[in-house]
């Protein structure tokens, strides 16, 4: 405990006594992310004036609302990913609003220190400790996982003068080495946001952990409102016999995972907390449109792990209500026939999609055999750590898929799409089946988004090269992500090599038109597609056209001059290369016994915040607690870290229980500006 003060307590500590942060230090990293961000902003594929105008709002609002930090990230996290339009992979929109954020939190850092604003703020010894233990472990897990892709100082130079390496970069996939770069990019986002966290005055860090709260709850309506958007235009709302698992914008998706399966374990108790302590009326009336509308959400995934994680963490803060006594302040006959009332509504929501001829019924079946399959993969990616003395560290960051691609039996990708530039300096995309296994050469494609057409057929006309006979498909269909509803196709055999890398070949393609039956179904996304059918092949792509019925030119970047912009590879199957589907695993075969303990240590301090929390009564810990037990659970079979957003939002919610009480005899008071 510190000495001056009283039990429990901690002694006020004059500004002039504790010397105050380097300006220049805290301004640098303002404009650093400033730079970057707007600089990236720029050259957004898509409307880079109306980012860069976003951009400027977001850094003024960080700058004159710190404490909101966590608000604006939280409630914007689900929708600032546009991938299938952009293309873009190694940064998302996501990373550019974080980068905003930090411009402008750091940015009114730097102007308090340099106007001499200060006050006495307290910080925990315990989290600043973990937070640097993490910033550690993050960049020696991302040295090691460059080292294993073959980085080294002659490739880097060798990449720089090449002119293009950002283009490569931001347009490379899982097996390269930028992947690396790619997952350790959330352990960054958190490691600087927590410095802003921790200089909130006392007074402002139970009403922004309070904001992060809500912030998560607006993005789950965000969610809840795509979700139902998405079944409405593809499947319908209230149809449950088609496997078809909503993505909403979660593009991470595009090589499997389980993004919104995340999300939503996050997310939802949060709805269930609302309704337990919401006042009864109208807001009351809103938190069980919320409950309501996150059970579709969850129950439109198809996800058994995230059934089992929601009932997991709604049963602990059930508990933990209990336990801590946590009640609403208006109780009565009213507020428990409203209770009973919503909760038969769920139970019959759940009991209509789960009962009769459901996809959900055959998952379920499936489930012992599926799980079996999931043991197996854990064995195979535990069995790429070699040799043992590689589990103290372990693979590095981002490696696992190249890894399990390359050494596991069978665990290849179902195919590859790499940018490169030619000798001539135009570029062209190398387009590959899978390495041997024929089954799954369907399951993956190079796809762009385009507008359909009513009526009549496309045609498609490509240059491409080819070193020896092979077969790929070309498609048009109705797909949000991940499944084809109609589709106009057309296999193409070519019955030698093809030398001639000028000469256009066009097809025509067959099936039928895509005239809305419904006015949802009229506004259904289109989806062009490239996959090679044979496996052990590839063909390099030099321009691709597609030309609607009315001989219009729809695609964008025909010739791949600008890398893969606007182009997205697609996997439909075959996902367990990018994915060890198992959080804890995951943490270990990547980062090393010491990277997993680490992670270790910061989920077990917050859970210790949470409970000082409860004990405090304190509303807020309740649905922490919700979120933090329910993410543990489905991290049994989900894995995230390989999902920057993702990521983000579980660090930033472990982040945000240090907000929830002051430890005193952990803590230490400092100065700092206002």
Request: net charge positive; proline share 5%.
């Amino acid at each position: 405990m510190a000495d001056g003060g009283a039990p429990g307590e901690l002694p006020e500590v004059p500004a002039a006594a504790v010397r105050p942060g380097h300006a220049a230090g805290v301004l640098s990293i303002a404009w650093c992310a400033a730079a970057t961000g707007l600089g990236l902003a720029a050259q957004h594929p898509l409307a880079p004036w109306v980012l860069i105008c976003g951009l400027c709002l977001v850094m003024a609002w960080a700058a004159w609302r710190p404490s909101t930090i966590g608000f604006v990230l939280a409630a914007a996290l689900p929708v600032a990913g546009w991938a299938p339009w952009t293309g873009w992979w190694l940064v998302d929109e996501f990373d550019l609003l974080v980068l905003a954020v930090l411009a402008g939190g750091y940015g009114r850092w730097g102007l308090d220190i340099l106007q001499r604003r200060w006050v006495a703020v307290r910080t925990s010894r315990v989290w600043d400790r973990l937070v640097v233990a993490l910033a550690v472990s993050g960049f020696v897990s991302l040295v090691l996982g460059l080292r294993d892709a073959g980085v080294g100082i002659d490739t880097v130079t060798a990449a720089w003068s090449s002119g293009d390496w950002m283009t490569r970069a931001q347009y490379a996939d899982h097996d390269s080495a930028f992947n690396a770069l790619r997952v350790s990019k959330s352990i960054l986002w958190a490691v600087l946001c927590y410095p802003l966290m921790r200089r909130l005055p006392d007074a402002l860090r139970l009403p922004s952990a309070r904001l992060t709260a809500a912030g998560l709850t607006m993005g789950l309506c965000l969610v809840i409102g795509l979700v139902l958007w998405e079944r409405l235009r593809y499947v319908g709302v209230f149809s449950f016999t088609e496997s078809y698992r909503t993505v909403a914008a979660f593009w991470e998706m595009h090589v499997g995972g389980g993004a919104i399966d995340a999300y939503l374990a996050m997310a939802a108790p949060l709805a269930f907390w609302a309704v337990w302590l919401s006042p009864v009326g109208w807001r009351w009336g809103l938190a069980a449109l919320l409950a309501l509308g996150t059970t579709y959400a969850v129950l439109t995934t198809y996800s058994r792990g995230l059934y089992g994680a929601v009932l997991v963490g709604t049963a602990c803060m059930a508990f933990m209500a209990w336990r801590f006594g946590i009640r609403p302040r208006d109780g009565g006959r009213r507020r428990g026939v409203a209770l009973a009332a919503l909760l038969i509504a769920l139970l019959a929501e759940s009991i209509w999609v789960l009962s009769g001829p459901s996809a959900m019924a055959g998952r379920l079946a499936r489930t012992e055999t599926d799980l079996m399959e999931r043991i197996n993969h854990w064995r195979d990616g535990i069995a790429l750590v070699q040799p043992a003395s590689q589990w103290w560290l372990g693979l590095g960051a981002g490696r696992l898929p190249a890894r399990y691609s390359a050494q596991v039996p069978g665990g290849e990708f179902p195919g590859r799409a790499q940018w490169q530039r030619r000798d001539s300096g135009v570029g062209q995309v190398v387009l590959s089946g899978p390495a041997a296994r024929q089954d799954i050469a369907h399951d993956f494609a190079l796809t762009q988004k385009v507008d359909l057409a009513a009526q009549g057929n496309y045609r498609v006309r490509l240059r491409y090269q080819s070193d020896a006979p092979l077969v790929f498909l070309l498609s048009v269909c109705e797909r949000h992500l991940l499944y084809d509803v109609r589709c106009q196709w057309r296999h193409v055999r070519p019955q030698s090599a093809v030398v001639d890398g000028g000469l256009w070949h066009e097809i025509a393609l067959r099936g039928p038109g895509f005239k809305p039956v419904g006015r949802a179904m009229a506004w259904r996304d289109g989806m062009f597609a490239v996959t090679v059918l044979t496996a052990g092949q590839s063909m390099r792509l030099h321009a691709v056209e597609l030309l609607d019925p009315s001989g219009r030119q729809v695609l964008r970047n025909t010739d791949f001059a600008v890398g893969l912009r606007h182009w997205l590879p697609v996997a439909q199957g075959q996902f367990k290369p990018w994915h060890m589907d198992n959080l804890y695993l995951e943490a270990l075969i990547e980062r090393g016994a010491l990277g997993a303990l680490v992670l270790f240590l910061l989920g077990a301090w917050g859970a210790r915040c949470i409970l000082d929390g409860l004990r405090a009564r304190e509303p807020l810990a309740l649905a922490l607690a919700g979120s933090w037990m329910s993410m543990a659970a489905l991290g049994l079979v989900i894995s995230v870290m390989e999902l920057p957003r993702i990521a983000f939002m579980l660090l930033l919610i472990l982040l945000t229980t240090s907000q929830l009480r002051r430890i005193p005899q952990y803590s230490r008071p400092v100065t700092d500006c206002n």
